[in-house]
């Protein structure tokens, strides 16, 4: 689909939310093996600064991994698609994992074979079934992830960037981005939300409905209003608002 890039962010109007992986920094074959571009993190301490403190990443991670990444920034956050919730420091909220999810999780341990080209990370209340490393796997990821959650209502299953997922039902980033809204800084503004894959499409929808915009990142398939390529073009349109940006001290999540 054909969408026009995004408008300027308005450093008094706009609040920022930023999927990870895909947007702010590239893929990579493993998660582990992900690397955060020199002046990224100055970028976004930048950024956040002059948005008041209203920019937040919403990813599939942890958001400890995300701040193992982003380290020493560290910004109001939710992680695993919206079950962990940080809109400050010392004010992580967690969501318990429905108890399907352990049924589903001796399932996966069950059909995965030694030397599998299927690779699993277990994120507690959401497990991953990746296969960037041997494209040719697809079809068996997803059959292990549909397998896995047969019978088992409170769960589902979405399809990623070389990935399935299974998630709880109900936890979306649509979810978490309109509780950043309900709270300062980003109360009172104007959402913009940021992802490349299907996951974030609960996001993009959210934005729109709160009267913002939401960011397509890549060519999929998409319900956002505007489109850019990849990484590097979020990067070069977020360094827009910092131009001329007075140097100050580390923003950090409810400072």
């Known amino acids: 689909m054909e969408l026009p890039p995004p408008p300027p962010l308005d450093a008094a109007r706009h609040a920022l939310f930023l999927d990870f992986d895909g947007s702010i920094v590239d893929f990579a074959p493993t998660p582990d093996t992900v690397v955060v571009k020199p002046g990224t993190i100055d970028l976004l301490e930048k950024v956040s600064r002059r948005l008041g403190g209203a920019l937040a990443i919403v990813t599939g991670r942890h958001v400890a991994d995300v701040d193992r990444h982003l380290a020493p920034l560290i910004l109001p956050a939710s992680g695993v698609h919206g079950r962990e919730f940080r809109p400050r420091v010392g ?25 599998d080209p299927v690779d699993l990370e277990d994120k507690g209340s959401a497990i991953v ?21 047969e019978g088992l209502d409170s769960l589902h299953v979405i399809a990623g960037h070389a990935v399935f997922e ?13 509780r950043f809204m309900r709270r300062p800084p980003f109360a009172g503004r104007i959402p913009v939300f940021v992802g490349d894959d299907v996951t974030d499409e609960d996001g ?44 100050g001290t580390l923003v950090t999540a409810g400072r």
């Open 91 to 115: 004010d992580m909220r967690d969501d318990p994992p429905p108890p399907d999810i352990e049924r589903a999780r001796r399932r996966i341990a069950d059909a995965l074979v030694r030397d």
């Open 129 to 149: 079934l990746h296969f960037r490393r041997h494209p040719e796997a697809r079809t068996r990821a997803d059959e292990l992830a549909r397998s896995a959650i």
């Open 166 to 178: 299974i998630l709880p039902r109900g936890i979306t980033k649509g979810r978490a981005l309109r």
């Open 204 to 247: 993009l929808r959210a934005a729109a409905a709160e009267n913002g915009f939401g960011v397509k990142i890549g060519p999929d398939e998409t319900g956002a209003a505007y489109r850019l390529p990849d990484t590097r073009a979020v990067h070069e349109w977020i360094s827009r608002l910092t131009a001329g940006a007075k140097p």
